[in-house]
């Protein structure tokens, strides 16, 4: 599978963004999708993922009640929905899938098999 990422952009602290991840292919349906981001000096961090059906997803505390994941499995797309964005969420985004069989979020990013563009969001002070 092949995925795109996109949304990204300029906005100020307090500024809402939408992420999509558009997968190429058939079987979206088997592949948990993660996000997963990297500031500028820093390693890339898990932030949000959502299991194969979109009934189950998890956040890194720092985004919590604030980041929404989901997905559109008929659309072939993933979702992050980032409300009330911080300087500190200034980072190039990038969305995952993983294949599996389970019906439970993927954290690590050592299983994803694949991986997006990355898409640069910036959030002004």
């Known amino acids: 599978v092949q995925l795109q990422a996109s949304g990204g952009g300029l906005v100020q602290a307090g500024g809402s963004l939408r992420l999509s991840c558009v997968a190429s292919?058939?079987?979206?349906?088997?592949?948990?999708i993660g996000w997963f981001r990297q500031a500028p000096g820093k390693e890339r961090e898990f932030v949000a993922a959502?299991?194969?059906?979109?009934?189950?997803?998890s956040y890194v505390d720092s985004v919590k009640g604030r980041f929404t994941a989901s997905r559109d499995n008929a659309k072939n797309t993933g979702y992050l929905q980032m409300n009330s964005l911080k300087p500190e969420d200034t980072a190039v985004y990038y969305c995952?899938?993983?294949?599996?069989?389970?019906?439970?979020?993927?954290?690590?990013?050592?299983?994803?098999?694949?991986w997006g563009q990355g898409t640069l969001v910036t959030v002004s002070s």
């Open positions: 292919g058939r079987t979206f349906s088997s592949y948990a």
């Open positions: 995952g899938a993983a294949y599996t069989r389970g019906f439970t979020t993927v954290t690590s990013p050592g299983y994803y098999n694949h």
């Open positions: 959502i299991s194969r059906s979109g009934d189950s997803t």
